[in-house]
């Protein structure tokens, strides 16, 4: 499976600043995935980022707001912009290997915003 | 759209007793089911997974169950040891989204000594 390099690990923002999340795989892939989780809660898809297009996202989820870059077939970044408490939860990367693999998760990057 | 249940919420067993985990889902179309356990502080992890044209999978001490009819699954967890104290994430996946899936909303499950 693939080794996912998520970074930073954890961090604390002020309201209004932004925090761009970098994520390494080690291995070329097509389809790299963004999460959020919410203290407590499930995962919730923010978007499925492709090389060479736009991000798609989910219903609440907006551009705007959580840019993401796809510059190779191995590294994406998630920014979150213009923080309030609300976006304090961590933000897990994940990659498909292909059907029969499901998704292979980095470690995550908790975030608080103060 | 794809919804996941899961049950129960939290779990708490013995060492060497058996846990079950359920799930179901909503979406007929959905064909791929997996299974994660997250640790403190970790990432989800694929623990197992099934496919829509199988009823059972092994993987030693842990086993998922499909029935396609009632759209519910489900993780059977033998001869539990304190290492499998974690929260235990279900998924479906999205008909028509590729590799994108709904996850349940997890067991915390804890393994008594």
């Known amino acids: 499976s693939a080794v996912i390099s998520q970074k930073p690990s954890r961090d604390i923002c002020q309201r209004g600043t932004s925090l761009t999340i970098q994520c390494q795989v080690d291995?070329?892939?097509?389809?790299m995935f963004w999460y959020r989780q919410q203290p407590g809660q499930s995962l919730t898809l923010i978007a499925t980022?492709?090389?060479?297009?736009?991000?798609?996202?989910e219903s609440g989820f907006v551009i705007d707001k959580f840019p993401i870059s796809r510059p190779n077939l191995t590294f994406s970044t998630l920014t979150v912009s213009n923080m309030s408490p609300e976006d304090s939860s961590i933000y897990l990367c994940?990659?498909?290997?292909?059907?029969?693999?499901?998704?292979?998760f980095g470690s995550g990057t908790r975030l608080t915003v103060v | 759209g794809e919804n996941v249940e899961q049950h129960p919420s939290t779990l708490s067993v013995q060492e060497g007793d058996s846990a079950v985990i359920k799930c179901t889902y909503s979406?007929?179309?959905?064909?791929?089911f997996p299974w994660y356990k997250q640790e403190l502080g970790k990432g989800p992890q694929l623990i197992i997974d099934?496919?829509?044209?199988?009823g059972e999978k092994k993987d030693q001490r842990i086993a998922v169950t499909l029935n396609k009819t009632a759209k519910h699954f489900s993780l059977h967890i033998t001869e539990t040891q304190p290492e499998d104290s974690a929260v235990y994430f279900c998924?479906?996946?999205?008909?028509?989204?590729?590799?994108?899936?709904?996850f349940g909303p997890g067991t915390r499950l804890s393994v008594l000594p």
């Open positions: 994940s990659v498909a290997l292909g059907q029969s693999y499901g998704y292979t």
């Open positions: 291995s070329q892939v097509t389809m």
């Open positions: 980022a492709n090389q060479g297009s736009e991000a798609t996202y």
């Open positions: 979406d007929s179309a959905s064909n791929y």
């Open positions: 099934i496919r829509s044209n199988v």
């Open positions: 998924a479906a996946s999205r008909a028509g989204y590729g590799q994108n899936f709904v």
